[in-house]
Structure formats: C-alpha cells, structure tokens
C-alpha cells in the first residue's frame, strides 16, 4: 500500500494483499474515450447506414480478426458499469 496508515490491526497477508489490489488499481487504463476510438455498436450503425445489416457474432468476428491482423487495435473501457471494447486503428 502506499503507506500503512491504519493497517496496524491487519496482519501481513492481509497487507500483501492490499498492496497487489493498489498496485492492479494503479494500472487501470482510465484515458476517456477517444475521438478516432469506436465500439462494437457504433461499428454496427455505420454499416447498416451503409446498407449492410451485421449481426453481433459477425460484428465481433470481423473486428477480432482485424485486431489480429494488425489492423485495428483494442482496449478495455468501462463506459457507465459495463466493460466495452473499443477499437482504433493500429
């Protein structure tokens, strides 16, 4: 922990644990949601303004894939309570 104030009645396990649940606080990615970032939604709504109605699973698929080409690229976001992809380009 960052200091231990106010873990004297707390014995050292509990301390270590504490301290990994600070340091997993610490890396928490909480950058806002970027301008050039989309979601699976967003990614949906562009294409059946396009004409081109995907369901979910295939939304999911194609994005993963081009994740995984080297296209795009993601992280994890919680937007209100729900973790969300989103997805810039690499």
């Known amino acids: 922990m960052a200091s231990d104030k106010g873990t004297r009645g707390l014995d050292q396990s ?3 644990t504490l301290s990994a649940l ?4 610490q890396q928490d990615d909480t950058k806002p949601k970027q301008d050039d970032e989309f979601t699976i939604a967003e990614y ?4 059946r303004a396009k004409g081109i109605n995907l369901a979910l699973r295939t ?3 194609r994005l993963d894939n ?3 080409n080297g296209l795009l690229k993601k992280r994890l976001m919680m937007i ?4 969300t992809n989103l997805y810039s380009k690499a």
Do not use: K, P, W, Y
Request: net charge neutral; no cysteine.
């Open 14 to 16: 509990t301390r270590n």
């Open 59 to 61: 939304a999911t698929s």
């Open 22 to 25: 600070d340091l997993a606080l």
């Open 80 to 83: 209100g309570s729900r973790f």
């Open 44 to 47: 949906i709504d562009g294409m």
């Open 66 to 68: 081009m994740v995984h």
